[in-house]
């Protein structure tokens, strides 16, 4: 561990001795802890975005393509089905489906039993179009087999959903409307084409990014440390088809490969961690293997040899942890790559598939508007996408100087 100040024999460790190197270099420690921000708010996902309904997927055609900071008037109505309430950690996971339809609404007034709205027919004209709902089915989920409504002057009678009989009294109903369900809805960054937040579809979008990186970068190691000990340890016959098997992916263009792969498994979100994965561990069984042979000669491996030693045991106690501190650095490097790879072929349209949201299919969705007056659509992912791959590559940058025996050292 970095924080680790002394080891088993008193001296100074070495993972310390990094992590203060790391520490002095203040712009990888900034992207560090932005790298850290940005995966604490994808996991918290739904229960921080304005949208919480699955994929941030609802839209408001009233709405589409304004500017960041519009604001809307909106009444919430019951939708007349059933809604299950997720627990909080379901909801972060998968978001919860909204129990209200949002009604955009200029100005309203009661009639009766009623509430009557009125909205702008078009924004270049003054024409109104007035929409009447009754304040019963603005509450309450009404039965879908029993939709009479009674009103006596003063109190209403209906049934709802779960076949509940109910007499409200019409002056509470209207002050509940006006306290809960009369609502004013703020889009930080504007809406898109269809209506949609987003905001909530950056954040949403970040979890296909960050987890394409993460899980990628886990098969790429899993299999270029398994492939570059193997080759380097044994060397041979056994080195010579490893070598070659590389020699022959690395000289594949990679995004080709991956479109390739892409291709085979199908269209969709796990299908991209995997194709990915497949192409970025290469770079990694090479800097093994190199470092694995040179580590090999060295005394304590002939030491662990001649106490009997197994090679598995050699290879992975001895040998792997101290080819970790390349690893790492070609991990960072990587993890851009696959955020790049993943938007690449989002935009192409076959990596996820709406209506997820990615980055990349945000830009795909939004790129003509680059020429117009609403290029934000266009720029906003485009601009998360530029910042998390250059924050990992100034974290790997960092972590390559933090690791490097000779500055440590000095």
Known sequence: MFYRKKTFEGGISPNYLAWVRFKKNKLSLFFMYLIIITSLISTLGYLLTPDSTPNANEQFLEFSLQYPGFKAKVLNVRKNEAHDKKNIFRKMLFGEVNPYTSVPYDSYYFEKDDILLK??????????????????????????????????????????????????????????????????????????????????????????????????????????????????????????????????????PTLLLVIAITFALGKGFWQIFIAVGLTMWVEVARVVRGQVLSIREKEFIEAARALGYNNIRIIFKHIIPNVISPVIVISAANFASAILIEAGLSFLGIGVQPPMPSWGTMIKEHYNFIILDKAFLALLPGAAIMIMVMAFMIVGNGLRDALDVKVVNK
């Open 119 to 252: 909205t702008f027919f078009s924004e270049d004209t003054t024409e109104f179009l007035t929409r009447k709902i009754n304040i019963a089915d603005v509450i309450f989920p009404l039965s879908v087999s029993q939709t009479d409504i009674n009103f006596d002057g003063k109190n209403i009678c209906f049934t709802t959903y779960d076949g509940v009989e109910h007499k409200e009294e019409v002056s509470k109903l209207y002050k509940l409307i006006q306290k809960e369900h009369l609502k004013e809805k703020i889009f930080f960054l504007g809406t898109d084409r269809l209506g949609r937040d987003i905001l909530s579809q950056l954040i949403i979008g970040s979890r296909v990014s960050l987890s394409v990186g993460f899980i990628s970068v886990f098969i790429s190691l899993l299999i270029g440390i398994t492939l570059g000990a193997i080759g380097g340890y044994f060397r041979g016959w056994i080195d010579d088809i490893i070598v070659w098997f590389i020699n022959v992916i690395w000289s594949i």
